[in-house]
């Protein structure tokens, strides 16, 4: 039977007393190995036996309807089999966590490249070929693509704390300003991919997903069917950024083919795809408007955005989430606008908010220091609110100050001059600084461990994207359980093994890890009551238990093995706290004179977010994070056809993200921080911390070289010089 745990009911102390030491080693990944090696089975790579290829078929109109479909040509081609038109396609993937149901399209068409049907062939370059084939006629309508001229816009009501026009008017310095961030695509290395495989009512997909026990909800709604029929493998993902959050289209394609074929049906997206009809991070424009006294503490924290999405999308960039909590200031007005337009949907995208939010309001910070005199370290450090700005709620381990005093110390912050001061050559050199910030949070998570009488097992249908799942799970198993790691097993990625948070939102790793904790100290009462023991009084190490003077090998201990579930629920969040991930990174750049082509020669992230459960796999996360906000500072750029809609830069070709020669030495150091409140084993999420705030950094640094103020990102040269 399940135990199941509520957060404000659990202690999170033991594993500071269990002594292994496996808990934040940078243990490499188990399964790395079979990765690299290409002995892993991705999605698609799965030997089923004989299958069938599918292709997505793909609106080429931006908005309307398809009338008719005039499939006789292709269903005459040698190999093709069938054709399905997609009346029950599920739109944004990303809305299925958020519970609601996802909505069917029926024949509607809302952006060019929509996916609306597939053709299935014996192989899949005839598959391709014909759906590139299939005519299709539709009746198109009118269609508004520009954000900026849409004649639909939505707004959320203003949120107003104190009186921020008096504030702004009496402040003795001021920034208001424009920000304007680009569209972004995931465009995870393993492109959307689904092998489908029916017998009799039950369907198995192997599929590349993040959140496997919701998207059985989505495919079994999508389908028809019960959800006990769908079971869903995904046991190594390359990647998902968000962009596998909710079930997409492959997957119920493969699904639907499969069933009416009788056999199994394959069905990968090409990288276009991926880009086209995925999900993309929404363009926004910000606007900032920060007042300080004359001592630089603010008094007003203004911020407006403005996204876009599809008309009905339920999702919209939580642009300001970390305006809400990062800096003090009485006087507090937040608003957004949704522009209801027909481009690829917008869905989550690697911190989700923070990721652009956290460009405009640490590059209004970096102003507001320039017009107050200020070092910018400085004006932050000064900015640290006492308790939560608009709540009064005291927040869990926070050690932001550390992380900037620590930073600037480390990185030479005392070398910063002011613009255009230091030159090498054609090259001006500049630092900058950014916060980080990304709300922690804690999702329901349940984990099954059995320990036998030579080892231990963990099963819970939690992912791995890529991040060290099957990594920290098994250290907190070994650890928890006195075992080497090898002798622990983790198993994830079935929706058969108890129900996970999944991967996203940075949630991950801490809750599945905390439920695989609890069934470990569930694991532990067990052999205590065995040893006739206190709880407390028990040690587990090398695969012997001991109490007092008695010890007794785990194999004689054992007459059978011993299975624990445990669930963590949250508790009654955020009242007593609140939890978020901090940090603070610093660049260092050189822009050409003549060119404005800008190199990151440095840059350093310093980062707090409770227990670090494995150091490489953590420090890999922030690499990633930071790599990112390079791209977002310099490179990333969907760029949207204006007639029509879509992206035209479609692949990684021609979207630019930074490669190895744009990515300088990355120093990455972890501050020693619990989070008490945020979870069992106070850690907390990592995933999204290291993009938040990267990229101002970067061109915060630019100013700092040149004296060109970065509003419009991506900073290409066009826009430094
Ligand atoms: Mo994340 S963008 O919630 O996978």
Same mark, same amino acid.
């Given at each position: 039977?399940?135990?199941?745990?509520?957060?404000?009911?659990?202690?999170?102390?033991?594993?500071?007393?269990?002594?292994?030491?496996?808990?934040g080693?940078?243990?490499?990944?188990?399964?790395?190995?079979?990765?690299?090696?290409?002995?892993?089975?991705?999605?698609?790579?799965?030997?089923?036996?004989?299958?069938?290829?599918?292709v997505?078929?793909?609106?080429?109109?931006?908005?309307?309807?398809?009338?008719?479909?005039?499939?006789?040509?292709?269903?005459?081609?040698?190999?093709?089999?069938?054709?399905?038109?997609?009346?029950?396609?599920?739109?944004?993937?990303?809305?299925g966590?958020?519970?609601?149901?996802?909505?069917?399209?029926?024949?509607?068409?809302?952006?060019?490249g929509?996916?609306?049907?597939?053709?299935?062939?014996?192989?899949?370059?005839?598959?391709?070929?014909?759906?590139?084939?299939?005519?299709?006629?539709?009746?198109?309508?009118?269609?508004?693509?520009?954000?900026?001229?849409?004649?639909?816009?939505?707004?959320?009501?203003?949120?107003?704390?104190?009186?921020?026009?008096?504030?702004?008017?009496?402040?003795?310095?001021?920034?208001?300003?424009?920000?304007?961030?680009?569209?972004?695509v995931?465009?995870?290395?393993?492109?959307?991919?689904?092998?489908?495989?029916?017998?009799?009512?039950?369907?198995?997909?192997?599929?590349?997903?993040?959140?496997?026990?919701?998207?059985?909800?989505?495919?079994a709604?999508?389908?028809?069917?019960?959800?006990?029929?769908?079971?869903?493998?995904?046991?190594?993902?390359?990647?998902?950024?968000?962009?596998?959050?909710?079930?997409?289209?492959?997957?119920?394609?493969?699904?639907?083919?499969?069933?009416?074929?009788?056999?199994?049906?394959?069905?990968?997206?090409?990288?276009?795809?991926?880009?086209?009809?995925?999900?993309?991070?929404?363009?926004?424009?910000?606007?900032?408007?920060?007042?300080?006294?004359?001592?630089?503490?603010?008094?007003a924290?203004?911020?407006?955005?403005?996204?876009?999405?599809?008309?009905?999308?339920?999702?919209?960039?939580?642009?300001?989430?970390?305006?809400?909590f990062?800096?003090?200031?009485?006087?507090?007005?937040?608003?957004?606008?949704?522009?209801?337009?027909?481009?690829?949907?917008?869905?989550?995208?690697?911190?989700?908010?923070?990721?652009?939010?956290?460009?405009a309001?640490?590059?209004?910070?970096?102003?507001?220091?320039?017009?107050?005199?200020?070092?910018?370290?400085?004006?932050?450090?000064?900015?640290?609110?006492?308790?939560?700005?608009?709540?009064?709620?005291?927040y869990?381990?926070?050690?932001?100050?550390? &992380?900037?005093? *620590?930073?600037?110390?480390?990185f /030479?912050?005392?070398? =910063?001059?002011?613009? %255009? $001061?230091? +030159?090498?050559? #054609?090259?001006?050199?500049?630092?900058?600084?950014?916060?980080?910030?990304?709300?922690?949070?804690?999702?329901?998570?349940?984990?099954?461990?059995?320990?036998?009488?030579?080892?231990?097992?963990?099963?819970?249908?939690?992912?791995?994207i890529?991040t060290?799942?099957?990594?920290?799970?098994?250290?907190?198993?070994?650890?928890?359980?006195?075992?080497?790691?090898?002798?622990?097993?983790?198993?994830?990625?079935?929706?058969?093994?108890?129900?996970?948070?999944?991967?996203?939102?940075?949630?991950?790793?801490?809750?599945?890890?905390?439920?695989?904790?609890?069934?470990?100290?569930?694991?532990?009462?067990?052999?205590?009551?065995?040893?006739? &023991?206190?709880? *407390?009084?028990?040690?587990?190490? /090398?695969?012997?238990? =001991?109490?007092?003077? %008695? $010890?007794k +090998?785990?194999? #004689?201990?054992?007459?059978?093995?011993?299975?624990?579930?445990?669930?963590?629920?949250?508790?009654?969040?955020?009242?007593?706290?609140?939890?978020?991930?901090f940090?603070?990174?610093?660049?260092?750049?050189?822009?050409?004179?003549?060119?404005?082509?800008?190199?990151?020669?440095?840059?350093?992230?310093?980062?707090?977010?409770?227990?670090i459960?494995?150091?490489?796999?953590?420090?890999s996360?922030?690499?990633?994070?930071?790599?990112?906000?390079?791209?977002?500072?310099?490179?990333?750029?969907?760029?949207?056809?204006?007639?029509?809609?879509?992206?035209?830069?479609?692949?990684?070709?021609?979207?630019?993200?930074?490669?190895?020669?744009?990515?300088?030495?990355?120093?990455?150091?972890?501050?020693?921080?619990?989070?008490?409140?945020?979870?069992?084993?106070?850690?907390?999420?990592?995933?999204?911390?290291?993009?938040?705030?990267?990229?101002?950094?970067?061109?915060?640094?630019?100013?700092?070289?040149?004296?060109?103020?970065?509003?419009?990102?991506p900073?290409?040269?066009?826009?430094?010089?």
């Amino acid at each position: 039977m399940t135990k199941a745990f509520r957060m404000d009911e659990v202690q999170p102390r033991l594993l500071d007393e269990t002594n292994q030491n496996v808990i934040g080693q940078p243990l490499a990944r188990p399964e790395g190995y079979l990765k690299v090696s290409g002995q892993a089975p991705y999605a698609a790579e799965v030997d089923v036996g004989e299958m069938a290829h599918g292709v997505l078929v793909r609106a080429t109109i931006t908005k309307g309807r398809v009338l008719r479909v005039h499939d006789e040509k292709i269903r005459k081609m040698d190999g093709v089999v069938d054709v399905h038109m997609l009346d029950r396609m599920i739109r944004n993937p990303a809305q299925g966590m958020m519970g609601e149901s996802p909505e069917q399209l029926g024949e509607r068409i809302d952006y060019l490249g929509q996916p609306i049907g597939v053709v299935v062939a014996e192989d899949f370059e005839t598959a391709r070929d014909a759906a590139l084939q299939l005519e299709i006629e539709y009746s198109e309508e009118e269609a508004e693509v520009d954000p900026d001229n849409a004649s639909n816009t939505e707004w959320t009501d203003k949120e107003d704390y104190g009186d921020i026009d008096t504030a702004m008017d009496r402040a003795e310095f001021t920034v208001d300003s424009e920000y304007h961030t680009a569209a972004h695509v995931a465009a995870a290395m393993e492109p959307h991919a689904a092998i489908a495989v029916w017998e009799g009512e039950k369907l198995t997909l192997h599929g590349s997903c993040q959140l496997i026990k919701f998207n059985v909800k989505e495919l079994a709604d999508a389908l028809g069917i019960a959800e006990e029929n769908v079971h869903i493998l995904s046991p190594y993902i390359g990647g998902g950024f968000g962009s596998k959050l909710g079930i997409s289209p492959e997957a119920v394609a493969a699904s639907i083919a499969a069933r009416d074929l009788g056999k199994p049906v394959r069905v990968v997206m090409s990288r276009q795809q991926v880009f086209d009809s995925v999900l993309r991070r929404t363009e926004t424009t910000q606007r900032l408007f920060l007042g300080a006294d004359a001592d630089g503490r603010l008094t007003a924290v203004g911020h407006h955005d403005r996204v876009s999405n599809v008309p009905n999308e339920g999702f919209s960039e939580p642009t300001n989430q970390a305006t809400h909590f990062l800096y003090s200031g009485a006087n507090r007005r937040y608003s957004q606008e949704t522009a209801r337009i027909h481009r690829t949907p917008s869905g989550s995208v690697r911190a989700p908010g923070e990721a652009v939010g956290m460009l405009a309001l640490e590059t209004a910070m970096d102003e507001l220091a320039e017009t107050a005199r200020l070092d910018p370290v400085e004006l932050r450090l000064r900015n640290i609110p006492e308790t939560h700005p608009e709540t009064g709620v005291p927040y869990s381990a926070r050690m932001l100050a550390e &992380c900037l005093k *620590d930073g600037a110390k480390e990185f /030479g912050w005392n070398q =910063r001059k002011a613009p %255009r $001061e230091r +030159k090498e050559g #054609d090259w001006f050199l500049g630092m900058g600084v950014a916060s980080a910030a990304r709300m922690n949070m804690l999702l329901p998570s349940e984990a099954r461990v059995t320990l036998t009488p030579t080892g231990a097992i963990v099963e819970t249908d939690m992912t791995d994207i890529g991040t060290g799942t099957y990594a920290i799970l098994n250290q907190i198993t070994a650890e928890m359980l006195g075992l080497p790691v090898e002798l622990v097993e983790v198993r994830l990625g079935d929706s058969s093994y108890p129900s996970a948070a999944g991967s996203g939102g940075s949630f991950g790793a801490a809750s599945s890890g905390s439920s695989v904790f609890l069934a470990c100290k569930a694991i532990r009462e067990q052999i205590a009551k065995k040893m006739d &023991c206190e709880g *407390d009084d028990l040690t587990l190490s /090398g695969g012997i238990a =001991r109490c007092g003077n %008695r $010890e007794k +090998k785990l194999e #004689d201990l054992l007459d059978a093995d011993i299975v624990e579930t445990a669930q963590i629920k949250p508790g009654k969040t955020g009242k007593e706290a609140f939890s978020s991930g901090f940090g603070a990174h610093f660049a260092e750049v050189a822009v050409h004179e003549w060119t404005g082509e800008v190199r990151v020669k440095r840059m350093a992230g310093w980062f707090a977010a409770g227990r670090i459960l494995n150091e490489r796999t953590a420090r890999s996360q922030c690499w990633g994070g930071m790599i990112w906000g390079i791209g977002s500072a310099l490179h990333e750029h969907a760029s949207h056809d204006p007639r029509r809609g879509h992206i035209v830069n479609r692949d990684l070709a021609n979207y630019h993200v930074p490669a190895s020669l744009d990515v300088p030495q990355l120093d990455v150091t972890f501050l020693d921080e619990r989070d008490d409140h945020a979870n069992p084993i106070q850690a907390k999420g990592i995933g999204e911390l290291g993009i938040s705030g990267a990229g101002a950094a970067v061109t915060n640094a630019i100013y700092n070289a040149c004296g060109v103020r970065i509003r419009t990102f991506p900073a290409t040269p066009d826009i430094v010089l």
